[in-house]
T-cell receptor, first 114, second 117 residues
């Protein structure tokens, strides 16, 4: 079945540090890939997405490239801020799947210290 | 637009009690979903409704029932709550573009935190 594996946290960084969160996947079809972010006490928000191989999603200084050869979608940001402290979820959806169901990774908590 | 709203925000139940979690969206979306979030396990799909009048089981449906009341509302019911159902529950919706499935964004509500004693 489809699955998503992402690095366990928590990841603790200083402000302006470089952030990478690894995400790899297995899928039976041709997935679209997503990163969602959950700020404390809130629901999930879409951060970025990529729908086919070699696509790069970007938003708010975050980037992720859909790598079909390595089945990966790693999230990166060059200079984090305290406001980036949140839980980040990698997810996939196989394009033919009925109901557009998302499969999530376990989440990575990121804490940015001033 | 309020987006996706959920009630209640927090609930404590005793084992065996029943309750219904409410969800509504004002984006005219066709598809709605219920997930549960447990530490280290991400979100797991409980039930979903691809369109008004249809519901289907997700990954972890046991112990739950759902009702797609109309296009806006999708409720989740626990008939006899168990401690294993202690979790945070999220409702989500998406437009469902038919042939473009897989590319749609799901929009999430703020969640309901449920504690079953």
């Amino acid at each position: 079945g489809d699955s998503v594996t992402q690095m366990e946290g928590p990841v603790t960084l200083s402000e302006e540090a470089f952030l990478t969160i690894n995400c790899t996947y297995t899928a039976t079809g041709y997935p679209s890939l997503f990163w969602y972010v959950q700020y404390p006490g809130e629901g999930l928000q879409l951060l970025l997405k990529a729908t086919k191989a070699d696509d790069k999603g970007s938003n708010k200084g975050f980037e992720a490239t859909y790598r079909k050869e390595t089945t990966s979608f790693h999230l990166e940001k060059g200079s984090v801020q305290v406001s980036d402290s949140a839980v980040y979820f990698c997810a996939l959806r196989v394009t033919w799947a009925a109901g557009n169901k998302l499969t999530f990774g376990g989440g990575t908590r990121v804490l940015v210290k001033p | 637009n309020a987006g996706v709203t959920q009630t209640p925000k927090f609930q404590v139940l005793k084992t065996g009690q029943s309750m219904t979690l409410q969800c509504a969206q004002d984006m005219n979306h066709n598809s709605m979903y219920w997930y549960r979030q447990d530490p280290g396990m991400g979100l797991r799909l409980i039930y979903y409704s691809a369109s008004e009048g249809t519901t289907d089981k997700g990954e972890v449906p046991n112990g739950y029932n759902v009702s797609r009341l109309n296009k806006r509302e999708f409720s989740l019911r626990l008939e006899s709550a168990a401690p294993s159902q202690t979790s945070v529950y999220f409702c989500a919706s998406s437009e469902n573009l038919g042939g473009y499935r897989g590319q749609e964004t799901q929009y999430f509500g703020p969640g309901t935190r449920l504690l079953v004693l």
